[in-house]
């Protein structure tokens, strides 16, 4: 039985054109502090109306969080994977899928502030 090589097991998940630029080194954060922004991403209020983050999509994450959710909004999250697979042909996995629904939000929160459905939705819960 032959086990991969380093190479196979850390290989590149986008292609080389398509690969993010390197980002300088960044100090670790302590545990439970906020994560510094990706590079050559969006970062807040400071910035010009209409710009926006774009999810990281299929690339290495080096970053990792846990998020508990019930039931319901697994099968939810699940049911919407399903639903771009079979109605638009799009194929990804749940990790993206979150990605991608976070980077819409925090966009609309950006954009819209206190006005934003997050902040009703946290405010009224």
């Known amino acids: 039985m032959r086990l ?3 190479d196979d097991l850390f290989r590149p998940t986008a292609p080389a054109e398509q690969a993010p630029p390197t980002a300088p080194a960044i100090p670790a954060t302590a545990p439970g502090a906020a994560p510094a922004a990706p590079t050559g991403r969006a970062t807040g209020a400071g910035e ?3 710009s926006t983050r774009a999810a990281s999509g299929r ?3 080096d970053e990792k969080m846990t998020v508990y959710v019930t ?3 697994l099968h939810r999250v699940e049911d919407a994977r399903l639903a771009l697979r079979r109605h638009h042909g799009l194929a990804v996995d749940r990790g993206r899928l ?3 629904a ?5 966009d609309d929160l950006d954009s819209q502030g206190a006005d934003s459905p997050l902040v009703r939705r ?3 819960g």
């Not at 976070?102 to 925090?106: E, K, Q």
């Open 102 to 106: 976070v980077a819409l939000v925090l």
């Open 122 to 124: 946290l405010t009224e």
């Open 71 to 73: 039931a319901d909004e």
């Open 59 to 61: 690339v290495k994450h």
């Open 98 to 100: 979150v990605r991608e």
């Open 48 to 50: 010009a109306a209409g």
């Open 4 to 6: 991969p090589d380093a």
